[in-house]
């Protein structure tokens, strides 16, 4: 089914590890975004690629780092793991300035830091 | 900041009753949208309205836009357990601008 891949779906670190989650979509969407996801807290945008070439940073950018590798795929690097990055990711796609376009979400990655 | 504030956070209810879900916002909305999300899933959107006083139905949800745009319900009739899940709004404050999301409305509804 078409749609946005996560992967991993699970990933336990010790602190001060890094690694890169990695994201896929195939609906030729031009715009891709990592969300984070906390109890209480919805979710908060991290960063974003508002098409192919750009990034920019979101509400909780720190610790964070992204690649827009091409139109398709874009991903979430944690140089050095911190048990306050422990939550639930999420990768999300949609199209650009298309104000009626809702965002098509990827099933997630659980992390945890210890 | 902008803020999306979402009303109840949990809500648990048994089988057939009616709820009402509010969102709201010191800011005019350009489109706002609902997502529904189950454990161990992302969110999928269920509705988008654009217009002040607009009226949406899918099924037994109805989804209301505040005729100022600031605001927004998701009333569900006589619910069912697969009704469970977590509500989401999210906003756009300008046109092709980034979704800001409210904090969720954790829904259980027990047969």
């Known amino acids: 089914n078409a749609g946005v891949t996560q992967t991993p779906k699970f990933q336990v670190l010790k602190t001060g590890q890094s690694m890169t989650l990695q994201c896929a979509q195939d609906?030729?969407?031009?715009?891709m975004y990592w969300y984070r996801q906390d109890p209480g807290m919805g979710l908060r945008l991290i960063y974003y690629?508002?098409?192919?070439?750009?990034?920019d940073k979101g509400e909780v950018p720190n610790g964070y780092n992204v690649s827009r590798l091409n139109k398709r795929e874009f991903s979430l690097r944690l140089e050095s793991a911190a048990p306050s990055q422990t939550s639930v990711y999420f990768c999300?796609?949609?199209?650009?300035?298309?104000?009626?376009?809702?965002?098509?979400f990827g099933s997630g990655t659980r992390l945890t830091v210890v | 900041t902008q803020l999306l504030e979402q009303s109840p956070q949990f809500l648990s209810i048994q089988e057939g009753e009616n709820l009402t879900v509010y969102c709201n916002s010191s800011?005019?909305?350009?489109?706002l949208q609902w997502y529904r999300q189950e454990p161990g899933e992302g969110p999928v959107l269920l509705v988008t309205?654009?217009?002040?006083?607009e009226v949406k139905k899918l099924k037994r949800l109805t989804f209301q836009f505040g005729d100022a745009r600031k605001d927004s319900s998701l009333h569900i009739t006589a619910a069912q357990p697969g009704d469970t899940g977590l509500y989401l709004c999210?906003?756009?404050?300008?046109?092709?601008?980034?979704?800001?999301f409210g904090q969720g409305t954790e829904l259980s509804v027990k047969p």
């Open positions: 609906m030729n969407h031009n715009s």
């Open positions: 999300a796609s949609s199209e650009y300035g298309l104000g009626l376009y809702g965002y098509t």
């Open positions: 800011s005019v909305f350009s489109s």
């Open positions: 999210a906003g756009r404050y300008n046109q092709g601008g980034k979704l800001i």
């Open positions: 309205v654009v217009t002040g006083g």
């Open positions: 690629s508002a098409s192919e070439g750009t990034t």
